[in-house]
């Protein structure tokens, strides 16, 4: 292995002050040493510079505090500061096992990747509900699988949850840009760039998300809506796999009206997807509770990210007024 290779892992912060604490938890107990964290604090009201301080001794980091101005900023500050041959990112609310850079350098070495994304899962420590919310985000049943499973319906885009290039990516490309989606944006423009992302299925995050539906489902309808701006910046970008959501919700819409007013048989496929859920979601989890929790988790993902996709389509697309957010975009360098 090139132990001398050394990662630069860049987290962006806002208001995080306990997540942050058990992410140093886990880089404290990390088999490899070989990284440094820069920890860029995005205009915090509740500041994590005491958690951080407490960390000094046991994790090689840099902290910086700086006006609130967006995540994507804030990596981009990140990346200007850090040392590393490699950036590697992860989300505040992410917890990394004791292997990840371990695994992360044997994958290197073997692979040569300079672009990479890992996998998430759920830790045994998170909530029901967040357990809940993970099985709907990574689950090829809700489309969630597309983003690092077994099966892959599109070429893989690593997301920023836990996301890594190597420095002479960024020389080349340039950093991410403030946008919602900003991970994709940067993985297609990488893409584009001639470089070709790999997914590393050994090298995984604990992601805990959000911690109710309520949020969740914020969350999933700008998702949606944020896949029609990718659409406008890169025309013939969307695939068939990303209007499944929508089609669900028109669909699951007109079963339920059929159902109501036609004949209660129009619900049975619906049901039948729903059971399929829930057994699923049991066999995956270990759990009857988590695994009823599973099935909304799901709807929401499904209607909260379809809602968002028609919403957007409606007025970006058919009433063309994406056209000048998506102008302004593309003249955001991502420096």
Not at 297 to 326: C, N, P
Request: net charge positive; hydrophobic share 45%; aromatic share 12%.
């Amino acid at each position: 292995m090139q132990k001398s290779l050394l990662f630069s892992l860049i987290v962006p912060v806002y208001n995080r002050p306990d997540e942050v604490a058990d992410l140093l938890d886990s880089l404290a107990a990390q088999s490899d040493k070989g990284f440094e964290l820069i920890l860029v604090e995005d205009g915090s009201t509740i500041p994590c510079s005491a958690i951080a301080g407490q960390y000094a001794g046991k994790v090689d980091i840099r902290y910086f505090m700086r006006p609130n101005e967006g995540r994507s900023i804030a990596r981009n500050y990140g990346m200007e500061q850090a040392g590393g041959d490699y950036f590697v990112f992860v989300d505040s609310d992410c917890i990394l096992p004791p292997d990840y850079f371990e695994s992360l350098r044997r994958c290197i070495d073997t692979t040569g990747a300079d672009c990479f994304g890992g996998p998430d899962a759920a830790h045994p420590s998170f909530t029901d509900t967040q357990k809940a919310i993970n099985f709907a985000m990574t689950s090829f049943l809700t489309t969630g699988g597309i983003r690092g499973g077994k099966v892959q319906m599109e070429k893989f885009v690593p997301r920023t949850f836990n996301m890594g290039f190597a420095r002479r990516v960024w020389e080349h490309t340039g950093g991410f840009r403030e946008m919602f989606s900003e991970d994709i944006d940067m993985s297609t423009r990488i893409r584009q760039s001639g470089y070709s992302p790999l997914l590393l299925r050994d090298v995984k995050v604990f992601h805990k998300r959000r911690g109710n539906l309520a949020k969740f489902w914020r969350q999933v309808h700008v998702f949606g809506m944020s896949r029609i701006t990718l659409q406008l910046l890169y025309p013939g970008s969307m695939k068939a796999v990303h209007w499944m959501p929508a089609l669900f919700t028109v669909g699951a819409a007109a079963l339920i009206l059929l159902g109501i007013f036609v004949s209660p048989w129009w619900l049975l496929p619906l049901g039948m997807y729903l059971a399929a859920l829930w057994i699923s979601a049991m066999a995956s989890t270990g759990s009857l509770k988590i695994g009823s929790m599973a099935v909304g988790a799901s709807m929401v993902q499904l209607l909260g990210y379809g809602t968002g996709f028609i919403r957007a389509y409606v007025w970006k697309i058919l009433m063309r007024h994406g056209r000048d957010e998506a102008q302004e975009i593309a003249m955001r360098k991502g420096k």
